[in-house]
């Protein structure tokens, strides 16, 4: 079993970032692949971003791509989500996922880990 906890959600005018983490605890999480995903009321959940288990391979969203920022820190057992020049269509609540397998994929049905989420609110 692997736990996830987030946290760093909350309101910014747009051009203001955010920076997203989630603490991992259970199994060894230095060996997974993590995400992260959003849910916008009304809308299917999305991918936004993917880390690699040693986090030298990072994916993005078109969406995000230049913006947002993965990263991990095996050592403390945290993903992180560093989010920059949000825009009012960055609104959503955020996931953080985790698979227990090294390699990355952008499907949600992928992941076998899901935190509670955390809400993010970009107002114009």
């Known amino acids: 079993q692997v736990q996830l906890v987030e946290s760093g959600g909350g309101l910014v005018q747009a051009g203001g970032s955010l920076r997203l983490s989630c603490a991992a605890s259970g199994r060894i999480f230095s060996s997974y692949a993590m995400g992260w995903f959003r849910q916008a009321p009304g809308k299917e959940r999305e991918f936004v971003a993917a880390?690699?288990?040693?986090?030298?391979?990072?994916y993005y969203a078109d969406s995000v791509k230049g913006r947002f920022t993965i990263s991990r820190d095996n050592a403390k057992n945290t993903v992180y989500l560093q989010m920059n020049s949000l825009k009012p269509e960055d609104t959503a609540v955020y996931y953080c996922a985790s698979r227990t397998h090294s390699l990355v994929i952008r499907s949600a049905s992928g992941y076998d880990y899901w935190g509670q989420g955390t809400q993010v609110t970009v107002s114009s």
């Open positions: 880390i690699s288990w040693s986090g030298g391979s990072t």
